[in-house]
């Protein structure tokens, strides 16, 4: 079945853009992100630069598998995607293209793009222990090592060992401690989940609210997102946990991305680059922060009033290309700790 959708998402995409939608004053964006959560910056740069966008949203995977398919004759100049191990995969496809921009180089900190210039962050977000605040004290956490301690043995949730985040804080485990002692915190820690990974991050958040665990790992920015969506149930959820920074003693809490690269076929490179650049400046960072929970990737991008509310915490500097080049051994360690 999931086959079958990722087919059916591919062909839906396809038809967006036009074979030959090369133009000079446009440009055209294959996007992973949600359209709501893209789409009014692009109208932003449009209305600023006289530049049409045309966009095109779909899953990441069959977006990456589309560009590989098309190949040279792809009409995408732009790509997007969450994490920076999918933009290392889509690197080791072939079908991106490194982009030389002081702009980018100057707003962007070196541990958030790629050492190259083939991928840029264009926001950040934190991969924290939420805990259920009537069960678990603050004090009694500390790092995501602790968490193979048999104190939380029946207390965890969090996703499969497919997904690419989880993939992704492992690869930075390995960066930081090794291998040899990251392949002996997982296997201590799969015998602390509280029941076998399924569903996203906000169902690690619910299942903990509802009893199931007593502390989940997620993302801040679904965290976000159940706090400001519609959804009665998700709301009353985020009230129960509360964030706690982990590592704050040594390296710092696990981040990652949302990021952008240049398409190895982009017809447009003036215009995806003036696209690149204009959505690090201050005003589009800011949005971000406001509208999808995310951290400024810049310096001088603002913290929305919910991000301060969860406080100041210290961020991993890893630079973020480690995760891709450390994702294979990390998905090949968490399947012999047998992470489901």
């Not at 446009?26 to 709501?36: D, G, H, I, P, Q």
């Not at 959505?279 to 400024?296: F, I, R």
Request: proline share 3%; aromatic share 8%; charged share 25%.
């Amino acid at each position: 079945m999931k086959k079958i959708v990722a087919y059916a998402s591919l062909i839906a995409c396809t038809l967006v853009v036009p074979a030959k939608s090369f133009a000079d004053g446009e440009v055209n964006l294959y996007s992973a992100r949600k359209e709501k959560l893209i789409k009014p910056l692009l109208d932003t740069f449009t209305k600023e630069s006289g530049i049409k966008v045309n966009l095109v949203t779909a899953k990441a995977g069959p977006l990456l598998k589309r560009l590989q398919t098309e190949g040279v004759n792809s009409p995408a100049d732009l790509f997007i995607t969450t994490d920076a191990g999918r933009l290392h995969k889509a690197n080791e496809a072939g079908v991106l293209q490194s982009v030389k921009s002081e702009a980018l180089n100057t707003a962007i900190p070196a541990e958030y793009r790629d050492p190259a210039g083939v991928w840029y962050g264009l926001s950040l977000r934190a991969r924290p222990i939420f805990y259920v605040k009537s069960k678990v004290k603050p004090e009694e956490l500390s790092s995501y090592e602790d968490l193979a301690d048999e104190k939380w043995k029946n207390r965890i949730c969090i996703r499969g060992s497919s997904n690419i985040y989880n993939q992704s804080l492992v690869a930075s485990m390995i960066a930081n401690n090794g291998a040899e002692k990251t392949q002996a915190w997982a296997n201590k820690f799969v015998k602390n989940l509280a029941r076998k990974p399924k569903g996203g991050d906000r169902d690690q958040i619910k299942a903990a609210a509802a009893g199931e665990c007593d502390i989940a790992i997620a993302n801040t920015y679904y965290y976000g997102a159940m706090i400001h969506g519609k959804d009665e149930k998700q709301k009353k959820a985020a009230d129960a946990v509360a964030i706690f920074w982990p590592n704050q003693a040594d390296r710092g809490t696990h981040v990652n991305i949302s990021g952008i690269a240049m398409t190895k076929a982009s017809k447009n490179k003036a215009n995806a680059q003036k696209l690149m650049e204009f959505l690090v400046t201050k005003e589009s960072q800011n949005w971000y922060a406001q509208v999808n929970h995310e951290y400024p990737v810049v310096a001088a991008g603002e913290w929305s009033d919910t991000l301060k509310g969860w406080g100041e915490f210290k961020a991993d500097s890893l630079n973020l290309s480690k995760l891709g080049e450390l994702n294979k051994d990390a998905s090949q360690l968490m399947d012999r700790a047998k992470w489901k």
